[in-house]
């Protein structure tokens, strides 16, 4: 079986920073595409950002230069850099990782953006 592990959420001030990492655990034979979701209360998961093995990455236009994601292939792990964070940036926050053909959801990670 197959696991992600997030970490790295929390309580942050407007235009402030915080960085979200996520590792895949288990009989992995191969990784495909990572990203990352959100979810805010009342909403529908979204797409935030997501990065082939290969390291091209598409983002969401409302994060576009602001947040970066990037991949640790020998660790099996996906990150999400948050910089000039908004309070409309507050959701909970899901990985998710193709492998092994298969695609796989992390627990998530509360972001709060507030003053």
């Known amino acids: 079986q197959v696991q992600l592990g997030e970490s790295g959420g929390g309580l942050v001030q407007p235009g402030g920073s915080l960085r979200l990492s996520c590792a895949a655990s288990?009989?992995?034979?191969?990784?495909?595409?990572m990203g990352w979701y959100r979810q805010a209360p009342g909403k529908q998961r979204d797409l935030v950002a997501s990065?082939?093995?290969?390291?091209?990455?598409n983002y969401a236009d409302s994060v576009k230069g602001r947040f970066t994601i990037s991949r640790d292939n020998a660790w099996n792990t996906v990150y999400l850099q948050m910089n000039s964070l908004k309070p409309e940036d507050t959701a909970v926050y899901y990985c998710?990782?193709?492998?092994?053909?298969?695609?796989?959801w992390g627990q998530g990670t509360q972001v709060t953006v507030s003053s």
């Open positions: 998710t990782a193709n492998v092994n053909f298969r695609t796989y």
């Open positions: 288990g009989r992995i034979f191969s990784i495909y595409d």
């Open positions: 990065i082939t093995n290969s390291g091209i990455t």
